[in-house]
């Protein structure tokens, strides 16, 4: 189904750079539901992220460690971004390696974070080809979406890796969504409209909650981010706040805003706020674009739920890892994301003869929390409470085994 890039078969693509792959073991063959259109013109605009290499990230993880551990005298005592920002901003060094790089190849158009380790930078798709030799760029549509992304690995030179991680927009597709009404198989479809007269009256009850139970302290705040065709319509919310009023409805629950419509009436009374990439540049990772938000925003929601997920051996370990130090920066800020396990089991990657279990990222990161599925024996009533077979599971093929989960 896809293939490593091996650095030494990246050479022989890439003539005129060698050795120079951030990314080498990133999958850049093109999902096979996007089609490709042609490539684009050497005038249109690309908006790249540049992930600067961060300071003291060995120091982040253990304060994250320290803040989270009830056991700890550093429990609760989250930082602010601010503070984030003074531990891992990028040192001069690197901001000015970067930006001389980038300036050289006359690319001004920059933005930066508060954290200043991300740049997010516009420029021509000629520009961009020869900042980043190998990449070319094509156009890719699926349904009514269409995105820009490079058909063949990119490398910088080699003196700019010990100040770069990735460059976000030139690889990874918009991944689907992951719920239970996106179920890969037909059957696992009407499996799950099955499980839609699990209404929010019928989990409040199975929880105990009653109509006093809801959110009463002001600062309590959660949120929903959604990527892609993933669109919350207020109108599709109210529709289903009446819905749900009286039993059973939950038809609403079948379009989009399944997440914000359930976060609502469990968490109730809670300030919510969406995330939503409606509109955004075409040459951008949707899910990166997110993690840029939280970094350039100082007052954010306490809990973040989000059902997005990629086959981990999809990603390189360039970009996991750095998308690592990410959920870090926002678990030091008190800040719980929470992640959907995928609905594949400990899921399967086919290598011919052995076969691999393929657990999906972010929900195989020891720094989110990740949340599964259960369903009711009977799904329209208050029965037994069960493990959705489909629920997402396995280990990280990556990521050692976190020291907290040593001894479970
Ligand atoms: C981060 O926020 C600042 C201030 O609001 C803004 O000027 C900047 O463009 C933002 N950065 C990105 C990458 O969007
Ligand atoms: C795509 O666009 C067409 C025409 O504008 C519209 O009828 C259709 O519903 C759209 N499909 C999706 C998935 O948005
Ligand atoms: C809800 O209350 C019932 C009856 O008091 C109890 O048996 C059950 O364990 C409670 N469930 C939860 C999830 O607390
Ligand atoms: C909802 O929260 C607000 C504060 O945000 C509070 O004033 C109000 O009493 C709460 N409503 C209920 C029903 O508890
Ligand atoms: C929320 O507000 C209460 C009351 O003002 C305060 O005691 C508490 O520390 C706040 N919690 C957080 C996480 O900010």
Same mark, same amino acid.
């Given at each position: 189904?896809?293939?490593?890039?091996?650095?030494?078969?990246?050479?022989?693509?890439?003539?005129?750079?060698?050795? +120079?792959?951030?990314?080498?073991?990133?999958?850049?063959?093109?999902?096979?539901?996007?089609?490709?259109?042609?490539?684009?013109?050497?005038?249109?605009?690309?908006?790249?992220?540049?992930?600067?290499?961060? #300071?003291?990230?060995?120091?982040?993880?253990?304060?994250?460690?320290?803040?989270?551990?009830?056991?700890?005298?550093?429990?609760?005592?989250?930082?602010?971004?601010?503070?984030?920002?003074? &531990?891992?901003?990028?040192?001069?060094?690197?901001?000015?390696?970067?930006?001389?790089?980038? #300036?050289?190849?006359?690319?001004?158009?920059?933005?930066?974070?508060?954290?200043?380790?991300?740049? #997010?930078?516009?420029?021509?798709?000629?520009?961009?080809?020869?900042?980043?030799?190998?990449?070319?760029?094509?156009?890719?549509?699926?349904?009514?979406?269409?995105?820009?992304?490079?058909?063949?690995?990119?490398?910088?030179?080699?003196?700019?890796?010990?100040?770069?991680?990735?460059?976000?927009?030139?690889?990874?597709?918009?991944?689907?969504?992951?719920?239970?009404?996106?179920?890969?198989?037909?059957?696992?479809?009407?499996?799950?409209?099955?499980?839609?007269?699990?209404?929010?009256?019928?989990?409040?009850?199975?929880?105990?909650?009653?109509?006093?139970?809801? +959110?009463?302290?002001?600062?309590?705040?959660?949120?929903?981010?959604?990527?892609?065709?993933?669109?919350?319509?207020?109108?599709?919310?109210? *529709?289903?706040?009446?819905?749900?009023?009286?039993?059973?409805? +939950?038809?609403?629950?079948?379009?989009?805003?399944?997440?914000? $419509?359930?976060?609502?009436?469990?968490?109730?009374?809670?300030?919510?706020?969406?995330?939503?990439?409606?509109?955004?540049?075409?040459?951008?990772?949707?899910?990166?674009?997110?993690?840029?938000?939280?970094?350039?925003?100082?007052?954010?929601?306490?809990?973040?739920?989000?059902?997005?997920?990629?086959?981990?051996?999809? &990603?390189?370990?360039?970009?996991?890892?750095?998308?690592?130090? *990410?959920?870090?920066?926002?678990?030091?800020?008190?800040?719980? &994301?929470?992640?959907?396990?995928?609905?594949?089991?400990?899921?399967?990657?086919?290598?011919? #003869?052995?076969?691999?279990?393929?657990?999906?990222?972010?929900?195989?990161?020891?720094?989110?929390?990740?949340?599964?599925?259960?369903?009711?024996?009977?799904?329209?009533?208050?029965? $037994? *409470?069960?493990?959705?077979?489909?629920?997402? +599971?396995?280990?990280?093929?990556?990521?050692?085994?976190?020291?907290?989960?040593?001894?479970?």
């Amino acid at each position: 189904m896809y293939i490593l890039i091996s650095p030494v078969l990246c050479c022989l693509w890439v003539s005129s750079v060698c050795g +120079g792959f951030l990314e080498y073991n990133q999958n850049v063959l093109v999902p096979h539901d996007w089609k490709d259109v042609g490539r684009v013109s050497p005038e249109e605009e690309l908006r790249l992220t540049f992930a600067l290499k961060q #300071q003291n990230v060995a120091r982040l993880e253990d304060l994250l460690m320290k803040v989270s551990d009830p056991d700890s005298p550093l429990y609760g005592k989250h930082l602010s971004l601010e503070e984030v920002s003074r &531990l891992v901003r990028p040192s001069a060094e690197s901001q000015k390696v970067i930006g001389s790089w980038l #300036q050289r190849h006359g690319i001004r158009d920059c933005h930066t974070v508060h954290t200043q380790d991300f740049l #997010q930078c516009s420029m021509s798709a000629e520009q961009a080809e020869r900042l980043l030799p190998g990449s070319r760029f094509h156009r890719y549509v699926r349904e009514n979406h269409s995105v820009l992304r490079s058909s063949a690995p990119y490398s910088v030179p080699d003196e700019l890796h010990p100040h770069l991680d990735f460059v976000g927009g030139v690889h990874r597709f918009p991944p689907e969504a992951q719920d239970l009404t996106h179920g890969s198989t037909k059957s696992q479809r009407s499996e799950a409209s099955l499980h839609l007269g699990v209404t929010p009256s019928i989990l409040r009850q199975r929880y105990n909650l009653s109509t006093s139970d809801v +959110g009463v302290a002001s600062n309590n705040s959660q949120a929903v981010a959604q990527f892609l065709e993933q669109y919350y319509h207020p109108a599709d919310l109210s *529709e289903f706040m009446n819905l749900v009023g009286t039993q059973g409805g +939950g038809k609403a629950g079948l379009e989009a805003s399944l997440d914000v $419509e359930y976060i609502m009436s469990t968490g109730a009374n809670i300030s919510t706020w969406v995330f939503s990439n409606a509109g955004r540049h075409e040459s951008q990772e949707p899910f990166l674009q997110w993690m840029l938000l939280l970094s350039n925003m100082s007052d954010l929601p306490w809990v973040h739920t989000i059902s997005y997920g990629d086959d981990e051996d999809s &990603l390189s370990t360039a970009y996991m890892t750095r998308i690592n130090t *990410e959920f870090m920066k926002a678990g030091v800020r008190g800040i719980s &994301l929470l992640f959907a396990s995928g609905d594949s089991g400990a899921g399967c990657r086919h290598m011919g #003869q052995e076969n691999a279990f393929r657990p999906s990222f972010p929900a195989s990161s020891p720094y989110v929390t990740t949340v599964g599925g259960t369903s009711f024996k009977n799904p329209f009533k208050l029965t $037994e *409470e069960v493990t959705d077979y489909i629920s997402g +599971g396995g280990f990280s093929n990556v990521f050692k085994m976190p020291d907290y989960q040593v001894n479970c």
